[in-house]
């Protein structure tokens, strides 16, 4: 007998890539979303919330944050015992609370996969575990449902605090850069004039660009960005006033200072092969 599993938010993009991906396994789909049209001619679609989630043995939640601790509250106490009701949220510090809260007969599974939906296969690709009840049982089970990937397990305030470096930062930084660029009038001229650094970087912007706003503004959003945010506008404010007052070797000293730190930690000759291939490979498309 098939194990039937349903999808919160299956029309979203992320909602998609699961509904695909279990339906690929063998599951029985369920698909249930009040804002996104449903896709996939293997996916039952439910026609509400509560009757979604009735019979299935697993629950995925492919909703914004900001939802996830009402949803499950109204969900949690409604599912069949034994269920596992499984968060893939950005930020855990908002629901794992939820998921500690809810009735015994329901088990919690609390990851983030770090990938978008143009990922075509789970293998070699990371997953964060973080622990709510039982953290042994809870990552074997998640390994079971996505064989293949590499998983990583962390608490949940750490998790929040990585996060904030790992996609805030980079979805702010690409989301102002992306907006400067919106706006030259001449980007062919740009395009044209432009290196290996700006390709690379204006591609990286407009990939996330293709991410709902929804999603881009819960990332950014996480409380623990403000503290790297911070040490950046100090940096630019600090180093921007520098250049201006002529003091170069306060800036060299910088630039230095970051070099040797980063030199310890990684192959700096490395990344900029790397960056190469990468220009490589956009220029072929």
């Given at each position: ?125 990371n997953i964060i575990s973080v622990p709510v ?89 996480n409380p623990e960005i403000r503290r790297v ?57």
């Amino acid at each position: 007998m098939k194990k039937a599993i349903t999808i919160i938010g299956a029309g979203g993009q992320m909602g998609q890539w699961f509904s695909k991906y279990f339906a690929d396994k063998d599951f029985q789909v369920t698909g249930f979303d009040e804002e996104n049209k449903i896709k996939g001619k293997d996916i039952i679609q439910a026609n509400s919330l509560v009757g979604a989630i009735l019979k299935a043995d697993y629950v995925i939640l492919c909703i914004p944050t900001r939802k996830t601790p009402e949803i499950i509250r109204l969900i949690a106490k409604e599912m069949k015992r034994g269920t596992y009701l499984i968060d893939i949220s950005s930020e855990k510090a908002k629901t794992v609370p939820s998921l500690t809260k809810m009735p015994a007969k329901i088990n919690p599974i609390c990851i983030h996969p770090m990938f978008g939906p143009g990922v075509k296969n789970i293998k070699g690709q990371n997953i964060i575990s973080v622990p709510v009840k039982d953290a042994k049982k809870e990552l074997t089970v998640a390994k079971s449902l996505f064989e293949g990937a590499n998983f990583v397990t962390i608490d949940a305030a750490e998790h929040d605090k990585k996060i904030a470096v790992i996609l805030g930062l980079t979805h702010l930084l690409n989301l102002v850069f992306a907006n400067i660029i919106s706006k030259d009038e001449k980007i062919a001229l740009t395009e044209k004039m432009s290196g290996t650094t700006f390709r690379i970087q204006k591609t990286l912007a407009e990939s996330i660009m293709t991410e709902s706003p929804e999603l881009i503004e819960t990332i950014i959003a996480n409380p623990e960005i403000r503290r790297v945010a911070e040490d950046l506008w100090k940096d630019v404010g600090r180093l921007l006033t520098a250049v201006q007052e002529s003091k170069t070797e306060e800036v060299i000293s910088y630039i230095k200072s970051c070099q040797e730190r980063l030199s310890t930690k990684t192959d700096l000759d490395t990344s900029y092969k790397k960056l190469t291939k990468m220009a490589n490979a956009i220029e072929k498309k």
